[in-house]
């Protein structure tokens, strides 16, 4: 029963730690934008596209994290303190911006619908919900999990990405509400708040990355 409240904390600990960054109601302002005057069922599909993708992107990320560690050198702290700087930045233009830069796009929404072209993987799904920032804190969350439960741990961080993902179709899905609901400056208020939650995650990999160091240190 322990077991199953541990792994359960933890699986919380990782969609704390990513929502704020995936931050799927900066995305609801483009993607109600492109899917302006589409059918209910196009629009819940596309959303239902993009979470897929996102997940993939982030879930290859932090599977092949540890060869991408292992071809350039890498150690685990500096994985740790390189992360947590990004995301301190990002965390940081949250909440004095009230805007996410991670989830921004270079193109207009209205460039994209002339395109004609299927906006689920890019932009929605890349770089909006699976940007640096989100790709980042996957790969803090894999570098942190023990060499002895790796299946245990991978599992949980997955669990944790799979949760998040949903929680960001149902978002998207319910985006004209959420858009009306909270309105501009209700959507830049809790883009806030969700960057000091995200600053105390950059604050924890930062402090474990540097503790790492300094006994690597200490024992040569």
């Not at 993607?31 to 005057?37: A, I, P």
């Not at 994290?65 to 949250?94: D, E, H, K, Q, T």
């Not at 619908?113 to 929605?124: E, H, Q, T, V, W």
């Not at 309105?183 to 604050?203: N, P, R, Y």
């Amino acid at each position: 029963m322990s077991d199953i409240i541990d792994a359960a904390r933890y699986i919380l600990l990782v969609v704390v730690g990513l929502l704020p960054i995936m931050n799927p109601l900066v995305t609801i302002p483009i993607y109600l934008s492109l899917t302006g005057g589409m059918p209910e069922a196009h629009k819940r599909r596309q959303a239902r596209k993009a979470c897929i993708y996102a997940f993939s992107i982030l879930a290859t990320f932090l599977l092949l994290g540890n060869g991408i560690i292992a071809v350039f050198g890498i150690s685990m702290p500096g994985i740790r303190i390189a992360g947590g700087i990004i995301i301190m930045i990002l965390a940081l233009r949250m909440i004095f911006s009230g805007e996410d830069t991670a989830s921004s796009v270079d193109a207009a929404p209205a460039d994209i619908k002339r395109a004609n072209i299927d906006y689920s993987f890019s932009p929605l799904a890349m770089p909006s919900l699976s940007g640096p920032g989100s790709i980042a804190v996957v790969m803090g969350f894999g570098s942190q999990i023990p060499e002895n439960q790796q299946v245990a741990g991978y599992a949980i961080v997955l669990a944790g990405i799979a949760i998040t993902t949903c929680i960001a179709y149902l978002a998207l899905a319910s985006a004209r509400l959420i858009g009306k609901a909270l309105g501009e400056h209700g959507i830049q208020a809790v883009t806030k708040i969700m960057g000091f939650l995200l600053t105390c995650v950059a604050v924890q990999f930062l402090a474990s990355g540097i503790k790492e160091f300094h006994t690597e240190f200490a024992t040569l």
